[in-house]
Structure formats: C-alpha cells, structure tokens
C-alpha cells in the first residue's frame, strides 16, 4: 500500500501526490490517502510526513521521526556538519556580507529561499535561517541507509539559485560526477544526521571541495527523481531501488 497526503491548494500536495501515483503503478500496489497500515509505503511532503511519523504506531516504509526531524530543521543540520555555510538565525546579528542567503529554518524545495542585502522586519525570527551565500556548482548526492548513489551536478550558471520554479517547470540538465570524495561527503554527512532511509544530500562545490547545504530526509524517489538518477548512475537497477524502499 502506497500512502499519499490528502488533497490541498498546495503544490508540495500536487508533486508528492503524482510521485505517489506514479510509484503505486510501479508497484502494484494500493494507493490510499490518509491513514497507514502496517507496512505501507509513504510519500507524502515534508511537513505531512514529519506529522506523519511523530504520531504513527504501526511499522511503516519511510524515514524515522529523530532523522527526519534533524534534516528538516536546517539550523539544527548545518550545527552538525562541519564545514557547512556560516548560518545564523534571522533573529541573531551576524556579520555576513550582502547579499546572503535568507530561508524558512524548516521547508523543502527552495520555498522562500532568496538572496537579500537586509533581512525584512517580518522575518527576523527563529523561524528563518540566514547563511553566508557560497558560489560554485549545485551537486546533490542519494543515499538510502549506508548505500550511497554517485554526485550529479545541476547544470546552471555558477551563483544561480536553485529555485522551486528551477527543480520543478525549468529542469536543468543534470551531470554525472565520479567524484569519491563528494560521495564520501554525503555518507558522512548522513551518518552525522542519523539518515535511516532514502535521503539526498546538497552541496555547493567551490574549487573542488563540497560544502554542505541541506539533506533531505524525505525526498522524492520516482523514475525521474535525482535520488532515481544518482543510484542509475551508480550501477542501481530501478527494481533494486524498489526492493530498498520497501524493505
């Protein structure tokens, strides 16, 4: 069985909704909204599924609560990665030079993230995040458990934003990198945040070394994700990815 999040005027609700139609079919398997039965699969946005796992009772295919807690808060993720971006909280004083990163602390898929020179009066609480701005390639890596597929770079111009409009309507190509130690990065980065499931790990790589961004503990995985396309690349057939994600 295959769960998905009950229908909202949200385009999170819309994306992982599709995913979830998609990997029903791949599967053979039931597609229901709502409640889990035991061993159901689910897939359901980031804020539906934390809600989901801090609550749930009965085993389930998906990312446990402590992991999926840590990722999702990304104030908490940077504190625990060394090297990450400088990363403060809206409402401390920083000294990070302009124009820097500001962002939602916990939100998926570049929503609310931008580049200012000043953080705006309502945004200047411990719900938002500012991080120093770092210039280089976006790489993100797939991991599931200790397993972890190979980097693939997002093909846009150096210091471009990785926007919701970017990762979902205007796809950039995506490169396969045979890079060991960018691939050596992630599985550290996911052991430090605990990742026990499917998960994908952003880095910006600036002359070579990657520098963390964020992980996402609940990311999609159909046939034409990049957690899909960097365990492809890595020699993973997709019936094997199949076989992880409901094992």
Same mark, same amino acid.
């Given at each position: 069985m295959v769960v998905r999040e009950p229908w909202r005027a949200h385009p999170l609700a819309w994306i992982h909704?599709?995913?979830?139609r998609s990997i029903a079919r791949?599967? @053979?398997?039931q597609l229901v909204s709502g409640k %889990?039965? #035991? @061993?159901s699969l689910l897939r359901l946005s980031d804020p539906v599924m934390l809600e989901a796992v801090r609550t749930l009772q009965v085993p389930y295919f998906g990312p446990g609560s402590a992991a999926l807690e840590r990722c999702y808060d990304k104030y908490e993720a940077c504190r625990r990665i060394a090297g990450a971006p400088r990363t403060f909280l809206?409402?401390?004083a920083h000294s990070l030079p302009a124009p820097f990163v500001l962002k939602p602390r916990r939100g998926?898929?570049?929503i609310g993230v931008r580049l200012v020179d000043d953080v705006p009066p309502g945004k200047r609480d411990d719900d938002h995040l500012v991080q120093e701005r770092i210039v280089g390639d976006e790489v993100t890596v797939a991991l599931?458990?200790?397993?972890v597929g190979m980097p693939l770079r997002i093909l846009l111009p150096p210091g471009t934003p990785y926007s919701f409009l970017r990762?979902? =309507?205007?796809? #950039? %190509?995506?490169e396969? =990198?045979?890079d060991e130690a960018i691939r050596d990065a992630a599985l550290a980065a996911g052991r430090a945040l605990g990742v026990d499931w499917a998960a994908r790990v952003d880095f910006i790589v600036r002359d070579g070394r990657p520098i963390f961004l964020e992980c996402d503990a609940a990311p999609l995985v159909g046939t034409d994700s990049a957690f899909a396309a960097s365990f492809a690349a890595a020699g993973v057939k997709r019936a094997t990815q199949l076989a992880w994600l409901t094992s």
């Open positions: 909704r599709a995913e979830a791949e599967l @053979g398997a %889990a039965s #035991p @061993g809206a409402s401390e998926s898929d570049s599931f458990r200790e397993r990762k979902y =309507l205007w796809r #950039p %190509a995506r396969v =990198l045979r």
